[in-house]
């Protein structure tokens, strides 16, 4: 029989260039439950691809809460759809976010422009 492959909290910080400290705030907020031998932490493959999903929700802009729901889905729908709506339904949600503040973005530089201008032309005509 093949042996569990297991990882320490250093090893799992540097596969995925993180903090051991950040890692402990996924633990923290239960996200993470790796096993405990004495006072040392025991990674195994599910906590590594947990904490990829974390990691990659982060990326997506996804709270802590949506990615705990995202993972709680997993744990306990036996097909994959509901989580799949709800990982959806989030991005969609974000995305807008996202090309809202995007737009606004782009107006406030324009209206940095358009005053930037004024003044320079104000300038040459006090010159």
């Known amino acids: 029989m093949a042996k569990e492959i297991t990882y320490s909290i250093s090893q799992l910080a540097k596969h995925f260039d993180i903090t051991p400290r950040a890692i402990r705030f996924y633990e923290d907020r239960k996200l993470l439950s790796p096993e405990r031998h004495n006072s040392h932490r025991i990674y195994k493959e599910g ?3 947990r904490l990829k999903l974390i990691l ?3 990326r997506l802009g ?3 809460e949506e990615i705990r729901k995202t993972m709680e889905l997993y744990d306990t729908e036996p ?3 509901t989580q799949l709506l709800f990982v959806l339904d989030t991005i969609s949600i974000h995305r807008q976010e ?10 406030t530089l324009n209206e940095m422009k ?3 201008n004024r003044i320079k032309k104000k300038l040459k005509e006090l010159d």
């Open 47 to 49: 906590d590594l691809v």
């Open 56 to 58: 990659r929700g982060k």
């Open 62 to 64: 996804f709270s802590l």
């Open 79 to 81: 097909n994959e759809k």
């Open 98 to 107: 996202l090309e809202t503040r995007q737009q606004d973005i782009r107006e």
């Open 114 to 116: 358009t005053v930037s």
